[in-house]
């Protein structure tokens, strides 16, 4: 599931602690040097200009974005998509024989049992206590997987959600009886803080409503995030946590070719934002640049609705990528409970076994992943498989204690390593450009490092790729960093990863050099 409110409120705090980059600084942080912003970032710009200069890419790299879907008409990505070449566009036929109809720039397996495109979704939680109930009601036997252990993991979930929502809606009823009482005196929607200074009224909901805002003022908590939660209670409501919604039943995973061409549409912000960060055209002078425009291709596999993503999905678009030539698998999102997870960690083995790099997101709860689920993730691959999978914490643009973005799941098991991923700039849909913070972004530019190196050398593995990444990273184990979601825990950053590194690009591509 992807959610971008809390990870932006959560970066604005540390942001603030810190002091924020501005303008190119802050647009470009995560391309540069330390010493150009006092910041890891990943020094691609430094690995162009100085080692690959004008050389041209030996080989394209084809990037899969399993993600919401992109705005594939974007000025600074149409140019960057994969082109299925044995596909005729549009022309109603599956030319190249491959189970899919014009897939000319990947798939949408987001499709309701009509065929039709899906938005919104429930919870994994939700659905399995559906199911439950479902099966209880009709005396009917459990499948397999639906166990004890599962059952009990979809009701705490459930529960710790339902609990998140209750909260939720105190502060969403304090801001719409306040904005209610604003607006009937301004009698415009679009006011800003200081309009509401500036109101002279006895009215105690005007009065009370003053001093309210003045108070989100202080904890530097827009109106643009009041309106976010408001819309999220609703989703919470109508669609997450909601028994009733069902948008479609279980499709077969035997069953693989369901769904249809229509990888942009609605909700695309975030997979258009982790493209983006990969292959933005760099040469137009328009918004950001992604680390590998020259060397990547965007496949675009849409999965991810706007709730939890579902399992069959993955896997199906996993498997999707390792057949249709996908070099490297961008994994942004993630979810706490996956009932078969059997079926995605037998699509990961087979996509690394095609010599497919993975790469994932490690998740935006500030939870220790060695103690808390988070899928998908390595842990039914076998050690051949896991050799071509990385999953990635997020760094912010600081050097000091608060280096680690506040929000970033970690693990000395779990996590690989980490890559910034707080206050990025990239692409959103129609044109628009702007940042997003989030593992969801640290993970492509890792996806964007590892196409740049692998593009100039093409002989080289998925796991070699892995492995030169992890070699060249920064080594900053020592370091001490404030813990994700405390405020003045201390911990050495090599206890938040299995290496306690961060993506190095220019000294992971000179060792790609010194192989040949």
Known sequence: MLNSLLVAQSSQSTLGRAGKLKGEARQTWHLQDLKSVKAYGVQSDKTIAELIGGMQPKKK??????????????EDLKGQLWINEGEIPNNGKDDDGNGFVDDVNGWNFLVDDDGEDIVYANLEATRVLRLSKSLQANGEAYPAWLTKEVLESAATIFNENTDNLNGYYQIVGVYREVNSAVVSVLKDTAYTYEEVKTIESEDPLVVDAKRIFEVFEKLEIGKSDLRELDQMVTKFTDYWLNLEYQPRAEINFIKKNYGNNHVGGKHTGHGTHVAGIIAAEASNDLGGRGIASKEAEIMILKVVPDGDENDMDVANAIRYAADN????????????????????????????????LIIHAAGNDADNSDEVGNFPNDDGLDPIAQQSYLCIGAIG????????????????????????????????PGNKYGYLSGTSMAAPIVSGAAALIWAYHPGLTAVEIRELIMQGAFDLSKKKVILPGTRKEKVPFGTLSNSGKVLNTYEAYKLAQNKG
């Open 397 to 428: 643009p600081r050097k000091n204690k608060y280096m680690t973005a506040s929000f970033s799941n970690y693990g000395a098991e779990t996590v690989d390593l980490f890559a910034p991923g707080e206050d990025i700039y990239a692409t959103l």
């Open 61 to 74: 790299i084809v990037v899969a974005v399993i993600d919401s879907g992109v705005d594939f008409e974007h």
């Open 325 to 356: 030539g996908a070099n490297i698998i961008n994994m942004s999102f993630g979810k706490g409970l996956s009932p078969a997870k059997e079926e995605v960690y037998a699509a990961l083995t087979y996509a690394a076994s095609k010599n497919v």
